[in-house]
């Protein structure tokens, strides 16, 4: 008999322009994200489907939450890091990456293990789909608010978690359609030994947020792919599809009860009138299982 299906829905069917970067906020049962073209870090409250955003002055690259304390978030936004309060909405800049080159903003990025921030850059696209190579890094903005470089000449710098045992590392290069890994030494927030984990076709959906589970898996979100996909963390192979009822799907994270509901990020830029008319395009997706379904991928409340 066919196992059932994961329940999929459509949980917020505002269009975001381009909703990145999801994180489960635990102390408030909230999903706070970013739409980078419009600006703004949102906050969401799944069982209300009500949005909440604050607007920065740039296009806002990430999100991640910071020292537990619910409502005080790490921001990049253009070229800088901040601290924002949400319910004052101030933004305390503490740092600058990259100010020096033209063209180049701030993309995907998440808290280590050990609480570092870890963000990377992207260039800004010369026309549409076309991007200059080896313009983007990748960052780490320490306690101190120092600011060291993990490794350059990049394309677009994207998707980024880490092993359950902190040991490696997962990066997305979405111009070279590609996921690495490396070993992290998460005491020092080094990087080193680089090796392809997945390669995606070109030409085809590009690779872009992920998220990691309990069990290790990475969860790859396929930008004009419409589906996320499972990989297997020691053999790089494709073990899972979830499809969505989107067509340009951006990022993903577990969250809710039991972590046991995967959210899904999308973007409504980019696509025709005819191609948005009657669908979800920009919206946040939830992918709500039974118990079954990811008993062997949520991950852990820290």
Known sequence: MASPQPHIQAIVTERHRMG??????????????????????????PHKAQVQTVRLGDP?????????????????????????DWDSQDVQWVAQLDGQTPGIRVNDGKVDPAGRFVTGTMPEPLAPG?????????????????????ADRL?????????????????VDSLDYAVYAYDYDVQAGTIENRRLLLQLPRGGAMP????VDSAGS??????????????????????????FPVSRVTSC???????????????????????????????????????????DARVSPS
């Open 20 to 45: 990145e970067c999801p994180v489960w906020e635990e102390a408030t049962g909230q999903l706070v994200y970013v739409d980078i073209l419009a600006q703004t870090v949102c906050r969401l409250c």
């Open 60 to 84: 806002v690259g990430c999100v991640a939450l910071r020292d537990k304390d619910p409502g005080s978030y790490v921001v990049a936004a253009g070229t800088r890091v901040g601290l924002l």
């Open 218 to 243: 990475l969860w790859v979100a396929c930008i004009d792919g419409g589906r996320v996909i499972r990989v297997d963390p020691h053999t790089g192979s494709r073990v899972g599809t979830l499809e």
């Open 130 to 150: 076309v991007w200059e190579p080896a313009q983007g890094a990748l960052y780490s903005l320490h306690g101190d608010h120092v600011v060291r470089k993990l």
């Open 208 to 211: 872009d947020g992920l998220c």
């Open 253 to 295: 994270c577990f969250g809710g009860a039991d972590y046991a509901d995967l959210f899904v990020t999308s973007a409504a830029d980019g696509l025709s009138e005819e191609q948005l008319r009657g669908g979800a395009a920009g919206g946040v997706t939830c992918s709500r299982s039974p118990a079954w379904a990811f008993a």
């Open 155 to 171: 394309g677009i710098s994207n998707g980024l978690d880490w092993s359950p045992d902190q040991r490696t590392f997962y990066h």
